[in-house]
Nanobody, 116 residues
C-alpha cells in the first residue's frame, strides 16, 4: 500500500523556521522525483520544490529560492523541506508528491501557518 505521510507543519512567527518531513512507503522511493507543493484556500496548487531520485539536483519556485531547501534520504525513504525566513504568505497546506511518468502519489498535506 502506497503511503506518503507529511509531518512537521504548525504555527510559527514571521522569520521563523520549520522542517517538513514526508515518509514514504509501498513503492521504490529512490526511483521517484519528489516534490513539495502548497495550496492556499481558493487558490491553485503551487509547486514549491523538487528533487531528482538521486538527490543530486533540485529546483525551486522563485518565491522560496534562498529560503527553502529540499533534501532526501533514500535510506530512510524520506524527503524533507527546510523552510527558513518564513513569511505570512507562506501560509498554506503543504503536500508531498512522488512522481514518475507512470505513477503519481500524494500525501494528505500538512498545514503551515505563519503569523505576522
Amino acid at each position: 500500500q502506497v503511503q506518503l505521510v507529511e509531518s512537521g507543519g504548525g504555527l510559527v512567527q514571521t522569520g521563523g523556521s520549520l522542517r517538513l518531513s514526508c515518509a514514504a512507503s509501498g513503492f521504490t522511493f529512490s526511483s521517484y522525483v519528489m516534490r513539495w507543493w502548497r495550496q492556499a484556500v481558493g487558490k491553485e496548487r503551487e509547486l514549491v520544490a523538487d528533487i531528482t531520485p538521486t538527490g543530486n539536483s533540485s529546483d525551486y519556485a522563485d518565491s522560496v529560492k534562498g529560503r527553502f531547501t529540499i533534501s532526501r534520504d533514500n535510506a530512510k525513504n524520506t524527503v524533507y523541506l527546510q523552510m527558513n525566513s518564513l513569511k505570512p504568505d507562506d501560509t498554506r497546506v503543504y503536500y508531498c508528491n512522488a512522481w514518475t511518468p507512470r505513477y503519481d502519489y500524494w500525501g494528505q498535506g500538512t498545514q503551515v501557518t505563519v503569523s505576522s
